[in-house]
């Protein structure tokens, strides 16, 4: 036994491993691997991965590693993430939530001729979409921040409303009560419950995520202190909630990870490399050894009712809460419809439905397995489908953010892509020296190997998505090669190059290219420093305090509005207006208008909370 048990744990392990790979190679999300290869190599496939080794150990295993990934969601979006699209988060997790709870039970209620008592218990398992199907998405698609945000926020607080809610009904209405669940002394029990639960894991959340805090401030000495703190923190918090009341320790590692990620602790860079590091493991295991549960004849016996349910949850359900929720924002509407397109649902439902199951067949209550059977087939079909399709959709949409090429990932390149990283630009770095790629690659920065010089080398780096090109290699030969290809090959037209002899200043201004000599900046600097010191101190605290940011209008609240009449973000201003190519000083009685480039000055956080309303 312990020999097969260890064969399997090992396999799984593998398994994840090749379903990143394969995720990284092809653009499609990893969850879609390891559901097919939880199948394929589970009881229904070819028999390895035997879910009954497990024993009665599988549920803990399931709820641990679900802690982990909920904390690391929570702790890598932080406080400060959610405060961008407030409006827009809080609906969604409410007006949308309700709604997807309500519409889904009805739906279930109709089709499959559950009880209402069933019926909304599966309703609330399918309110999570849950960062561990949402978050493999978002890493093989670049979206605005905003989107991702909104989406990031959606999982994480979804999968703690999903699991306490599914958790009260469990026990409250299915349980212990026999009436309907919707009417009379049930529904405020209900409600009771859950309030209960969710202040109980707030409480202790808190409370943990203080101590931690403290430990990790003022006692611990090293990166790897910090990080085993951190996952300790995580596992224990949880294990005390649950100890105390069933499924609040869902909303406790949640509370704890979104406390910790907001308040300034030492290594934060270093704790969410290796909790992202722990959580591309606990979700190869969970999601390898959960679609090994599924019986594929039990789900064709759901027929054509199990079908309905899962087209109107994706054609109807998701559009509808998402679309509602989404309303006067600064979204647009391919960014909307693509996040209606995207509401896989993920581990909590599966793991939960799992448990479910089993105590109600065992309390005598009939149609007990569809609760498992409704909530896997929504699961199997949403994450291949939704999350599988997630990259196309994007492409389709037309959503994927435009791209800053680097050419040279020298000491320069690398300061540039930090920079630009910084204020949410999705640099990429083109180095054909393979020691340098693996330096770049280890630091963190996305590199396309190969030289660029070659238009095929500039396609896999996508320049046909590229705003423009940075040339910074130590080499004006290839700087000015590499800005020609830009152009003549994608049509790139903003192209700014490194000039190392300023003598070669004039050939680059010739063929379009804004040249940057080491000289020239220098100069320019000093001349500002001399005749404008004010203005260079307050410059100089851009990227840190301060900020100047460029955007073109989309936005349809700010089309046809005065400046006066906007309402930015406080300790922001509009400084500078393009349109046709003039620059217009704005007064309280300019006009903005679709397209035109304005730049914006102020506080960094103010700036850039602007820049997204008017994009």
Known sequence: MSSNLLLVSASIIALGAVSKLLADRYGIPNVVFLLGFGILFGPEGVGLVDPQLFDDSLSALV????????????????????????????????????????????????????????SF???????????????????????????????????????????????????????????DPVKGRVGLDVVLVFVARIGTGVLIGIVTALVAAYVLRYLSQSPQDS???????????????????????????????????????????????????????????V????????????????????????????????????????????????????????????????????????????????????????????ILVTAVVEAGGAPLAAKALDIIPMTVLIIGGSRTGRLLADRLEERGENPIIVERDDATVTELRAAGYSVVPGNGTNAAV??????????????????????????????????????????????????????????????TATVDMMDDLILRPNFYDWLTGVGDENDIAEVVVESKSATGQQVQDIELRDDAVIALVRRDGEFIVPNPNVVVQEGDLVTLIGNREAVERSVAMLE
């Not at 759901?302 to 359900?317: F, P, Q």
């Open 227 to 285: 990080r085993i703190t951190v996952i300790g923190t995580a596992l224990i918090s949880f294990a005390i909630a649950d100890a105390f009341v069933d499924e609040a320790g869902i909303v406790t590692v949640a509370v704890a990870g979104l406390i910790l990620g907001s308040v300034d602790i030492p290594y934060d860079e270093e704790i969410a490399g290796f909790s992202g590091d722990i959580t591309s493991i606990v979700l190869s295991v």
């Open 458 to 519: 500039l396609e896999e780096a996508g320049a046909e998505r590229a705003k423009m090109v940075v040339a910074a290699t130590s080499d004006d030969d290839q700087n000015i090669l590499a800005c020609q290809t830009a152009r003549t090959t994608f049509g790139i037209q903003r192209l700014i190059a490194q000039v190392n002899k300023p003598e070669n200043a004039d050939a680059f201004s010739d063929l379009g290219v804004q040249p940057v000599t080491p000289v």
């Open 121 to 179: 218990l599966i309703s609330a398992l399918l309110v999570a979409t849950g960062p561990t199907v949402i978050t493999p998405v978002l890493d093989q698609i670049e979206v605005r921040e905003g989107v991702r945000t909104l989406l990031e926020t959606e999982g994480v607080v979804n999968d703690v409303t999903a699991s306490v809610l599914g958790a009260v009904i469990f026990s409250v209405a299915v349980l212990d009560i026999d009436p």
């Open 287 to 378: 999601y390898i050894i959960l679609a090994s549960l599924l019986e594929l004849d039990h789900l064709l016996t759901l027929g054509t009712g199990g079908l309905a349910i899962v087209v109107l949850t994706m054609l109807v359900v998701r559009p509808l809460s998402v679309l509602i929720s989404t309303t006067d924002t600064q979204f647009t509407r391919n960014e909307r419809l693509f996040v209606a397109a995207v509401g896989p649902r993920g581990i909590i439902p599966a793991s939960t439905a799992t448990l479910f199951s089993l105590q109600l067949a065992n309390a005598g209550v009939p149609n007990a397995t569809s609760v498992v059977h409704v909530v896997f087939l929504v």
């Open 63 to 118: 709820s641990l590693a679900v802690a982990i990934i909920i904390f690391e969601g929570a702790f890598t979006l932080g406080a400060s993430d959610i405060r961008e699209t407030p409006k827009s988060t809080l609906r969604l997790v409410t007006v949308g939530a309700g709604l997807t709870f309500f519409a889904l039970g009805g739906l279930i209620h109709v089709f499959l001729s559950l009880d209402w008592n069933l």
